[in-house]
């Protein structure tokens, strides 16, 4: 009697599971999703390109001995900001000065030879007429040769006050000095001219970096097609990234593009100018440049 009394009890089970199911709600629809609208419209984008570019001085100049003499003394400090005209080294100015002053010399007998020459030539030229003196065209000759002379000595002795006034060796431009390059006692000025330091100026930098030649020629002629525009004043801005990955607070202005394309790598130079007002960047770093 207990065997058929098993199924019964399961399909009892059974039943009483499916009326359970049926008695639940059925689930709810989930809601319907957000959807935004964006409205599609041109407008113009700059075209950049992430380049890396060398920093070189706006000017730079040597600074050279001009003329021969034993070098005295550096009367700058290494490193520091001169300004353009300042004495940065004194040569031995004593046989400068000896050479001006046999120069005056010379021009002061050459003003005396003249003097004799003028007074005998006006004498002549009074006593031709009076048949005094057959002519007077060799005292006017000797006259001459005389002021020639004069002239001359007058060339020299310029030309030793230039010598002399180059014994202090004078900053060509304004800028940051650099190290010295002779030592005190030298002899310097004979056959070329001794380097003696260089000065830069570094208020301003340029930013020196190159661009394939078919990159280049694909941007030149969407300008031509009017779908390029240069920001700035007509000049195309760059942007600076330091070696740090920090963006630099001063924009630089593109001036210079190249004409001839490397025939070893294709690329065609370019060049930027790039404020440096608190000459923190250095000549020689390499940065990264938007452009």
């Known amino acids: 009697m207990t065997a058929p009394i098993r199924p019964l009890a399961l399909s009892c089970a059974l039943l009483l599971a499916l009326a359970a199911c049926k008695s639940e709600a ?15 419209a041109p407008q113009t984008v700059p075209l950049q390109r992430d380049m890396v570019g060398r920093l070189s001085p706006f000017r730079s100049s040597d600074v050279r001995a ?41 021009l002061a007998s050459a003003q005396a030879t003249y003097t004799n020459a003028h007074v005998a030539a006006n004498r002549a030229r009074q006593l031709a007429p ?22 001359q000595a007058k060339a020299g002795v310029t030309s030793a006050r230039i010598n002399l006034d180059y014994a202090s060796v004078r900053a060509p431009i304004a800028g940051r000095a650099g190290k010295q390059q002779v030592t005190e006692g030298a002899l310097v000025g004979t ?32 300008q031509g097609a009017g779908d390029v525009t240069l920001q700035g004043q007509g000049k195309a ?55």
Do not use: H
């Not at 059925?26 to 599609?40: E, I, L, R, W």
């Not at 400090?77 to 300042?86: F, I, L, P, R, W």
């Not at 046989?95 to 120069?103: E, G, N, T």
């Not at 009076?130 to 002239?151: G, H, I, L, M, T």
């Open 26 to 40: 059925p689930p709810q629809a989930p809601p319907p999703p957000d959807v935004g609208v964006v409205t599609v």
């Open 66 to 106: 001009r003329v021969p003499g034993v070098l005295l003394k550096r009367v700058y400090q290494e490193g520091s900001d001169v300004k353009e005209g300042q004495v940065l080294f004194l040569i031995d100015p004593a046989p400068l000065q000896a050479a001006l002053s046999a120069s005056q010399a010379q």
């Open 130 to 151: 009076q048949k005094f003196v057959s002519k007077s065209d060799n005292a006017e000759s000797a006259e001459r040769s005389a002021a020639a002379a004069v002239q």
């Open 191 to 222: 056959g070329d001219a001794t380097l003696l330091t260089s000065v830069d100026q570094i208020d301003q930098l340029y930013v020196n970096f190159s661009i394939s030649a078919s990159e280049l020629d694909a941007l030149r002629r969407a």
């Open 237 to 291: 801005q760059v942007e600076v990234l330091l070696a740090d990955g920090s963006l630099y607070d001063q924009p630089g202005t593109l001036d210079f593009s190249g004409v001839v394309v490397d025939p070893q790598t294709g690329a065609v130079s370019l060049r930027a100018l790039l404020p440096n007002p608190n000459k923190s960047l250095l000549p020689g770093s390499f940065v990264t440049i938007k452009a």
